[in-house]
C-alpha cells in the first residue's frame, strides 16, 4: 500500500516537466555526417518498403475513384449520419499535424533545447499530415471536381462564400496552417540544404543530379553573418505567428461542431478540448515515428533516450487537459439539466458507441499516465506502444464525437446507427499508407534533424565574452572585388574573439562565414535588429484588414440573412481576420528573408567555403593591402586552422 | 540593496508602510460598513465576492507560477521566483473571506429558497464548505510546497499543487461565476478562470518585480512575454466561450451574453475589457523596449491589473444589475481587500522572502 502511494506521488511530478536534454556528445563534422549520411542512396530494401506504401496509397486511390463512379451510396454515411469516418479522418489527421508545430514554434519560443532533435520530423509530419487531412474533404465532398466552389475567391457566378459559416473557416484555417508550416518548414531547411549541397559537391561532384537539386533549394546559403541576422529574426517571427495559429487551426475545426444545435456537439469547451487532443495525439505519433526512425536511420546519437523522455513528459501535460475534459463534459450535461444533453450523454454511454466511449479514458489517460514512471520512459518499445495506444484511442474518439451526434439527436425518430462500409474502411487504412508513403520519402531525401541547430548548442558552450565594438557599425558584406584575407577557425569561441579584437581595431569590412547562427557576433558589431519585422508586421496589419475587408464585402454582395445572423457581424469575422494576419505576415517575413538574405542565387556569397556549412568558423577582413596585412597580423595571433590572402 | 536580496526572516516592516496599509483596510472597512451596507445590501456583499475572486487569484496565481517555472526547467526568473511566495500571506484572508460570503449568503446569493435542478451540488451549505475545504486544501498544499522549496526539493508537491489550482479553481469559477446564473452553463468557464487566474497573478508578478527593483532587463523582457502569452490564452478561452452561444442564440446560454455585449452600458465595459485587457497587451508589449524597461512594464502591469479586476467584476455584477452601479460597495471593498493583501505582501517583503533553491530532480 505504502509503495502504491509512493508510486501514485511519483505520478505527478513530472506532468509538466519540460527536460532539456543533454546536447549530443559529438563534434561539429560528426553531427553533419550522422544527418546528411542517411541521404546517400539506400538499398533494396528501403524500395520495396516504398513500394508497399505505395501500395497503400492505392488502396486509398481505388476504392475513392470507385467511390466515385459509384455514388457515395457505396460510403456508409446516409441519414441520419452525414458526417462519418470521412470528417473523423480529417479531424484526426489535421490533429496530428499540430505537434510539429508545437515542437517547432512554440518549444522555439520556450528556448526547450531538447526540441532540436526532434523539430525536423515533426514539422515534416505536420506537412504530410495536413496534405492526408485534405484528401477528406474531397473524398467526403462526393462531386470532386466541384472543390474549387469552396474556396473563398470572388466568383462570377455570385457563390461568394459565406463568412459566418464554420465551414469557410476551416478551409480558411486549414490552408492558413499549410502554407505557414510549409513555408516555417522549408525556411528551417535552408542552412540544412547548404550543408547537403556541400556535400554532395564534394562527394559526388560538382555537376551531379543531387547538387545541383540541393544548390537550387538551398538559395545560394553562405552561412553569412549578413545572412543570419535576417534569418535569426526571420525564424523568430515565423514561430511568433505560427504559435496562435496551431491554437486557432483545431478551434476552428471543433467549432464545426460546437456551433451546430446537437447534443454532444454544442459545448464551449470543444476548443481547448480539441487542441489539447490534437497535440496529444500529434505527439503520439512523433514517438511512433521518431523510435523507428532513429533505429533505421541509425541516428542513435542525435536522438538520445532523454529528447524521447522530453516528448513523452510533455505528452503527460496533454494527457492531463485530456483528462480535466473527459470529466467536466459529462459533469456540465448533468449540470445543465438539459434533458437531451443528459440522454445523449447516458446513451453514448450504454448505446452502440460505448465500446468507443470506455475506452477512450483508458487509450489516452490512464494508459499514457504510465508514461509519468522513469522505467515505462527509459523503455522504447513501451513508448512505442503507448504512442500506438494514443494514436488509436484519438483516432476512436474522433470517430466517436462525430458520428454519434447527429446519430442521436432530439427525435427519437430521427435516430440511427452508423457503421462505415469496406470503401470508408480501406480509404482510411490507405490514408496510412499515404501519409507514411510521404514520411518515409522525406527520411531519405531530406535532413531528418536540423543540423544547424544542434551544432548550434554546441556553439553555444564554445562561446566566451567579447567586448562590444566600439567603432560605428561596420559593413558586413564583403563582394568580390579587392584584396580579403580569410581565417579559418576551429571553434565559434575563438572567431568571437578575432571578430571583437578586428572591430576594436578599427576593421569596418568584414563577413563572417559560420554553419551556424551566432546572435553574439552581431551583439559584438553593434548591428542593428533586422528590418524584417518591419516587413512580418507590415503584412501582419494588411492581413488583419483584408480578412475583414473580404468578410465585409462578401457580406455586402451576399446580404443574405443565415441562420438568424445578421450578414455583417464582426464576431464571426475576427477569425477570416486572424487567418489573415498570419499568413500575409507569414508570407511578408518570408520575402523579408529572401530579400535581406538574398536567398535568390544558386551559387554561395564570394570568399565562401564548404567547410564553412559543416565545421569550420570563418571571418573575411577587405580593404586595400595594407589593411589587409595589417588585419592578416592580427588574426594570425588567433591561431586560425587556415589564413590566406587573396587578391 | 533591492528588498530581493534581503536574508529570510531578517527584516521589518517599516510602522509608516504598514499603518498605512492598515489605515486603507480600515478605512474600505468603515466605508463598507456605514454607507455601502444599509445602501444596497446583495451589492455590498456581491463585492466581496468580486474582489475575493481578484485578489485570490492573484494571490493563488502568484504561488502556482513557481513550481510551473520549477517544473519546466525555467531558469530565467532566478531570484525573481521568490517573489512568488509573497501571494500566500492572502491565504487566510481568502479563506475569511470565503467563511464571510458564506455566513452572509443569504442576502446576496441566488441559491436560498429555491428549487434547483442541480438539488445538493447548489444548497449553499453544501456549496460553500466544498469551496472552502478546496481552497483550504490548496493552502496547505501551497504551504507544504513552500517547506520543501526551501529545501530545494518541492517537484512531487510542486506537481499535485498545479493540479489542485486547476481544480480548485475550476470549482470556484462553476459555483461562485457561472451558478450565479443557475440556469446558465459554460463547460469552459472553469478553466477560463484558471487561466484568467495565472494571467492575473502574471501581472502582479511583473508589477512586484519592477517596484522591487530586483529584476534584469532579460528577466522583464520574459515576463513581458509572459503576460502576452497569457493575454492571448485567456482571449482565446473567452472567445471559445462566447462564440458558439453567440452563434446558436439559444435563449437559455444567450442571456448571459446579452446585458454583457449588446446593450449600454456593460457594452462599454465589454469594449474596454476587449481592448485593454484581451487585445492591449498584442500593442503595448509589442516593442521589445515595452518589455525590458521597468518604465514600461511596470504601467503596463498596472494598466491591466486594473482591468482584470473590471473583468472579474463584469463576470458577477452584470447578471444582477442592469445598471452600472459603480459605487461606495465596490470601492470600498477594494480598499478593504487591497490594504490586506497590500500589507501582507508588503511584511513579506520586508521581513525577507523565503530562499527558493534549486535541488536534483525527484522524479
Known sequence: ???????????????????????????????????????????????????????????????????????????????????????????????????????????????????????????????????????????????????????????????????????????????????????????????????????????????????????????????????????????????????????????????????????????????????????????????????????????????????????????????????????????????????????????????????????????????????????????????????????????????????????????????????????????????????????????????????????????????????PCPCPEPDFVVGAEGTAVTAVFPDAGTLVLAVSALCHAGFQRMETFTPVKIDKIQQIMGQERSPVRRWALTGAVIGCISGFGLAIGASGVNGLIVGGKNPLSIIPYCIPAFEGTVLLGSIANLAAVIVHSRLFGTTPMPRYRRSFSNDKFGVVVAGDAPEVGRARTLLASFSPEVLDVAP | MSLLDRQPHTGRLPLPLGAAWLLLALAGLVVWVLIALPANQPQAWRALLVNFLFFTSLAAGLVTWSPIVLLSHGKWAGRLERLTSAGYSFALPSLAALALLWWAGEKWAPWYGKKLHQGTWLFPPVLFARDLILLALFWVLAHYYLKRRRLGEGRVVGAWMILGYCTVFTILGFDLVMALDPVWYSSLLGGYLFVSGLYIAVCGWALLAVLVKGGQPEQYHDLGNLMLAFSILTTHTMFSQLIPIWYENLPHEIHYLVPRVNFLPWNLVSW????????????????????????????????????????????????????????????????????IFGFGVSHALWRGLPELPRGGDES
Open chain 1, 1 to 467: 500500500m505504502n509503495l502504491q502511494i509512493r508510486a501514485l506521488g511519483g505520478l505527478l511530478p513530472v506532468l509538466l516537466q519540460v527536460l532539456e536534454a543533454a546536447v549530443p556528445d559529438l563534434d561539429y563534422a560528426t553531427i553533419n555526417e550522422d544527418v546528411l549520411s542517411p541521404m546517400s542512396p539506400p538499398g533494396p530494401l528501403y524500395y520495396a518498403v516504398l513500394l508497399m506504401l505505395a501500395g497503400g496509397i492505392g488502396l486509398l486511390a481505388l476504392p475513392w475513384m470507385y467511390q466515385i463512379h459509384t455514388g457515395m451510396g457505396v460510403a456508409g454515411i446516409s441519414h441520419p449520419v452525414g458526417w462519418g469516418v470521412y470528417i473523423a479522418n480529417f479531424v484526426f489527421w489535421v490533429g496530428i499535424a499540430h505537434s510539429g508545430t508545437l515542437i517547432s514554434a512554440i518549444l522555439f519560443l520556450v528556448r526547450a533545447k531538447w526540441r532540436d532533435s526532434v523539430s525536423r520530423a515533426a514539422e515534416a509530419m505536420t506537412i504530410f499530415a495536413i496534405m492526408t487531412a485534405g484528401l477528406f474533404p474531397m473524398v467526403h465532398l462526393g462531386r470532386v471536381w466541384v472543390i474549387a466552389f469552396i474556396l473563398p475567391y470572388p466568383s462570377q457566378r455570385q457563390i461568394w462564400p459565406n463568412f459566418i459559416s464554420p465551414l469557410v473557416w476551416d478551409v480558411l484555417a486549414v490552408s492558413t496552417y499549410f502554407t505557414v508550416s510549409l513555408i516555417f518548414f522549408t525556411i528551417g531547411l535552408i542552412p540544412d540544404l547548404a550543408a547537403a549541397r556541400d556535400r554532395a559537391e564534394e562527394k559526388l561532384g560538382y555537376d551531379s543530379v543531387k547538387a545541383r537539386i540541393y544548390r537550387a533549394l538551398s538559395g545560394g546559403w553562405s552561412g553569412a553573418g549578413s545572412q543570419w541576422r535576417h534569418y535569426s529574426r526571420s525564424y523568430l517571427y515565423f514561430a511568433a505567428l505560427a504559435t496562435p495559429l496551431v491554437i486557432s487551426v483545431h478551434s476552428v475545426v471543433s467549432w464545426d461542431f460546437a456551433m451546430a444545435n446537437l447534443p454532444g456537439w454544442h459545448t464551449t469547451l470543444f476548443a481547448p478540448y480539441f487542441v489539447a487532443g490534437a497535440i496529444h495525439s500529434g505527439l503520439a505519433m512523433v514517438l511512433v515515428l521518431m523510435i523507428p526512425m532513429r533505429k533505421l536511420l541509425k541516428l542513435e546519437r542525435l536522438v538520445l533516450p532523454e529528447h524521447l523522455d522530453a516528448v513523452a513528459r510533455t505528452t503527460l501535460v496533454t494527457t492531463a487537459i485530456m483528462g480535466y475534459s473527459y470529466l467536466v463534459e459529462p459533469f456540465t450535461s448533468w449540470y445543465s439539466g438539459d434533458k437531451f444533453e443528459w440522454q445523449f450523454t447516458i446513451w453514448r454511454a450504454t448505446g452502440w458507441p460505448s465500446i468507443m466511449f470506455w475506452s477512450l479514458f483508458p487509450l489516452n489517460v490512464l494508459i499514457p499516465a504510465a508514461m509519468a514512471f522513469k522505467k515505462v520512459r527509459q523503455s522504447r518499445i513501451a513508448l512505442f506502444v503507448i504512442g500506438l495506444c494514443v494514436v488509436a484511442g484519438m483516432w476512436i474518439e474522433r470517430v466517436m464525437l462525430i458520428t454519434s451526434s447527429t446519430s442521436h439527436d432530439f427525435m427519437p425518430h430521427n435516430w440511427g446507427p452508423y457503421f462505415p462500409t469496406w470503401v470508408e474502411i480501406l480509404i482510411t487504412l490507405g490514408s496510412f499508407g499515404f501519409f507514411l508513403f510521404l514520411f518515409f520519402l522525406f527520411s531519405r531525401t531530406l535532413p531528418t534533424i536540423p543540423l544547424s541547430d544542434l551544432k548550434g548548442q554546441l556553439a553555444e558552450e564554445e562561446l566566451r565574452e567579447a567586448p
Open chain 2, 272 to 339: 474596454f475589457i476587449l481592448l485593454v485587457v484581451w487585445l492591449g497587451p498584442l500593442v503595448l508589449l509589442l516593442t521589445i523596449r515595452s518589455k525590458r524597461s521597468p518604465y514600461f512594464l511596470g504601467p503596463i502591469a498596472l494598466l491591466l491589473l486594473v482591468g482584470l479586476w473590471i473583468e472579474r467584476w463584469w463576470l458577477v455584477a452584470p447578471t444582477f444589475q442592469s445598471r452600472l452601479d459603480f459605487g461606495w460597495a465596490e470601492i470600498s471593498m477594494f480598499c478593504l481587500l487591497f490594504g
